[in-house]
């Protein structure tokens, strides 16, 4: 079975400008999570959905936003760039919400 | 959800028994106690999990203790590709509330 795959692997992006993310779960995977990860402030939860519906939301400001779509793949976005949201992008799907996740190697931002 | 404490780093020689501790002294009794390991470069990825009784897998074991106050992570034999940080992390069983990491435990296997 073909694993979480995040697209793509890495991006460059000038400050200001706005990116979209894509992750395609697990087959048979319906609730996707979102992390960011840095050097300094290690692994961070940005949003959780299931079945199209977001169900938790981490401590990021409006400009990081997302959506999961009817078959569960899922996308986020980063509008309005600033240098800071350089960092690793990691989704994770699992079968259901209370299962263990499962990550993607992630999309490498820098924004310069 | 509760918070973990754990080592910040490790060795162990390869092709010995790897325990990694973690103390979850404010674990509810609806907490699962998880295990993910991140290898450099990579994404995390799941190695095991419990609630209350001992685990075991094809990847390791978890003990935890009766009082569920702490837990150990045991990789019975520990080659260099074992080499990555180990997470331990607590969480609601209903998933209600998303995994929060840690900075984790730096093992390094050495030969």
């Known amino acids: 079975k073909a694993g979480v795959t995040q697209t793509p692997r890495y991006l460059i992006k000038t400050r200001g400008q706005q990116v979209t993310l894509s992750c395609s779960p697990i087959s048979g995977h319906r609730s996707v999570s979102w992390y960011q990860q840095t050097p300094g402030q290690g692994l961070q939860f940005l949003f959780e959905?299931?079945?199209?519906?977001?169900?938790n939301k981490g401590n990021f400001p409006g400009r990081f936003s997302g959506r999961q779509f009817s078959n569960s793949r899922s996308e986020m976005n980063v509008s309005t760039l600033e240098l800071g949201d350089s960092a690793l992008y990691l989704c994770a799907s699992s079968l259901q919400i209370d299962s263990p996740l499962h990550f993607g190697n992630g999309t490498r931002l820098t924004v310069t | 959800d509760a918070k973990t404490t754990q080592p910040p780093s490790m060795d162990c020689a390869e092709g010995r028994a790897a325990n990694l501790p973690c103390n979850h002294s404010?674990?509810?009794?609806?907490?699962?106690v998880y295990w993910y390991r991140q290898i450099h470069s990579q994404g995390p990825q799941y190695i095991i999990h419990g609630l209350k009784n001992n685990e075991t897998n094809e990847m390791a074991s978890l003990i935890i203790t009766e009082d569920r106050k702490s837990s150990t992570l045991i990789l019975p034999h520990a080659t260099l590709r074992d080499t990555a940080v180990y997470y331990c992390i607590v969480r609601v069983g209903l998933g209600n509330t998303p995994l929060v990491f840690g900075k984790g435990t730096r093992l390094s296997v050495i030969a």
């Open positions: 959905y299931f079945s199209e519906t977001q169900r």
């Open positions: 404010t674990i509810s009794g609806n907490e699962y």
